[in-house]
């Protein structure tokens, strides 16, 4: 009990720690986003989340596809789910663009 | 129960209308898909898969959100599964790519 009270009165820490295990999909090539969660889960993480926006979103289930056929066989989907955001571009404007947050749990 | 006897001896049929529910995501411009997917709810169906393979699959997203957010607020995502194919190049070598299957219902 006394743990809990101690993360909730450090939420900044917490904040980090919630994000530790989220690998977010960008430009790099695929590897390196396989290796980031692979890494998560061989330190000792139970759940994974990948996220990723627009086109990065192939890619986010590339990564799902060739850790869970390559590297990591116990690992599955716990929740795949999709929304849509609203950016802000430079002008103002707004578009939007839609999002997938792939949950793994080892 | 007669009914589904005729189902069962006219397979080709079956198959046909069972495809009827199914969005093939491809290179036409998002709208389109988006417009294929109204239509098949509109035209009754309380089911519709979309897929995608590869690049496309941001795009299946795309339409999905499309989809709910302007068109058919009631729709919802039934499942949505990802898994990887092989394909066979013109030279004989394979590929793998990675494939999405979001199932909606009204």
Chains 1, 2 share one sequence.
Request: aromatic share 4%.
């Amino acid at each position: 009990m006394i743990a809990i009270a101690e993360e909730n009165t450090n939420e900044n820490n917490e904040r980090a720690r919630k994000e530790e295990n989220v690998v977010y999909i960008g430009k790099k090539p695929t590897i390196n986003y396989v290796l980031a969660v692979v890494t998560q889960f061989n330190g000792g993480m139970k759940e994974v989340t990948i996220k990723a926006r627009g086109q990065a979103i192939s890619k986010a289930v590339d990564v799902f596809e060739i850790v869970r056929n390559r590297y990591l066989t116990n690992v599955k989907d716990k929740s795949i789910v999709t929304s849509s955001e609203e950016l802000t571009n430079e002008d103002g404007t707004k578009t939007k663009v839609s999002a997938i947050k792939i949950t793994l749990i080892a």
